[in-house]
């Protein structure tokens, strides 16, 4: 039972950390890079699960560092692994880029980054030294049965939002392909003909139409990841982002 109850008081922390991550990456990026309101999350819930990853990872394996300078750089690289292997795996899972640091500073294959690495070292030790002592007691106030019934609906929410995520985002690159070979198309034809007004402006009307298909949770996905690369369909993907952004503006 005691084992039960320390993996729920964790899950609750994985989930909280995972939600002011989620606060901390909407409000940056919609105002200081993208300067407009974006919900800058994978899952449907305001929750970054890498950030309650980075977390744990402090908690359970740095949390007895008493050296602030040690703890800086013992997390710093962690967090740092943990991003590059997340930007890994979801590029082989989904054959995209999410993000990509290529220009930055020090950076590994586009994936980490020296600043992000002073940005996760900073904040883990903000975490432990300030953060974390005060969610332990305020983590006292509540019985351990309420822990336990919280634990268990973050789970069930988390694995009902990994279901529909992943259902509503599933075809993102078989649709990005057939908008790819429409602009192949449309290129051909202009190469070979001078005037096609009617022709193009039926096959405009076409492209509009594929475009439009993709479905809520590809097109919310899109707005959450401006910098969003497919590795084999990008020119693809550039033209959907315009034309999301004409029809919105």
């Known amino acids: 039972m005691r084992t039960l109850d ?3 008081q964790h899950l609750v922390y994985f989930v909280f950390y995972s939600f002011l991550g989620w606060i901390w990456e909407s409000v940056f990026v919609s105002l200081w890079t993208e300067h407009h309101l974006i919900n800058r999350a994978f899952l449907n819930g ?3 699960p890498i950030y309650g ?3 744990l990872v402090n908690i359970l394996l740095l949390g007895k560092v008493e050296n602030s300078f040690v703890l800086f750089l013992l997390s710093g690289f962690a967090c740092c692994l943990i991003e590059y292997v997340t930007s890994w795996a979801m590029e082989a899972f989904f054959h995209a880029r999410w993000w990509d640091y290529s220009g930055k500073l020090l950076n590994i294959n586009g994936r980490i980054c020296l600043l992000g690495f002073l940005g996760f070292a900073s904040f883990s030790v903000v975490l432990m030294k300030l953060l974390h002592p005060v969610v332990l007691l305020w983590r006292t106030c509540f019985p351990q049965n ?3 019934m919280t634990a268990g609906l973050f789970v069930v929410m988390g694995i009902m939002d990994c ?3 992943l259902t509503g985002f599933h075809g993102f690159n078989d649709r990005l392909r057939s908008i790819s070979a429409m602009m192949e198309s449309t290129s051909m034809e202009l190469s ?3 005037h096609l007004a009617p022709r193009l402006e039926a096959m405009n009307s076409t492209y509009r139409d594929a475009v439009f298909r993709f479905t809520r949770q590809q097109r919310r996905i899109i707005r959450a990841f401006p910098k969003l690369r497919s590795l084999k ?9 315009h034309y999301f952004a004409k029809k919105e503006g």
């Open 6 to 8: 320390t993996i729920a």
């Open 233 to 241: 369909y990008d020119h693809a993907l550039v033209r959907v982002r």
């Open 163 to 165: 279901i529909v995520t």
């Open 146 to 148: 309420t822990l336990r």
């Open 192 to 194: 070979e003909r001078i």
């Open 46 to 48: 305001p929750y970054c």
């Open 53 to 55: 990853c980075g977390a």
